[in-house]
């Protein structure tokens, strides 16, 4: 069993920055995909960025050039980076893990983007 926790949220001006971390309850390393999604209110949940345990990152048009993800396995935590930020990037932003074909999903953390 994986547990998810976010936690590195808040409120913050445009072209700010911020960083997400997504603290993994066992060990990440297991963990082949790491992701994160964000959803606004009224909207689909949407995909951001993935990291895989084999090293490569992708992101979402949206964010790309301003986001990265990065994961530390010695501390099983995942993080995204957010810089430039845009007030359209205010959402809960969530990861989830994909262990063994099963996906975990965190809680949850809300990013507030003020113009």
């Known amino acids: 069993q994986v547990q998810l926790v976010e936690s590195g949220g808040g409120l913050v001006q445009a072209g700010g920055s911020l960083r997400l971390s997504c603290a993994a309850s066992?060990?990440?390393?297991?963990?082949?995909?790491m992701e994160w999604y964000r959803q606004a209110p009224g909207k689909q949940r949407e995909w951001v960025a993935r990291?895989?345990?084999?090293?490569?990152?992708s992101y979402a048009d949206s964010v790309k050039g301003r986001f990265t993800i990065s994961r530390d396995n010695a501390k099983n935590t995942v993080y995204l980076q957010m810089n430039s930020l845009k007030t359209e990037d205010a959402a809960v932003y969530y990861c989830k893990g994909t262990r063994y074909g099963k996906e975990y999903w965190g809680q949850g953390t809300q990013v507030t983007v003020s113009s």
């Open positions: 990291s895989t345990s084999e090293g490569s990152t």
């Open positions: 066992g060990s990440i390393f297991s963990i082949r995909t």
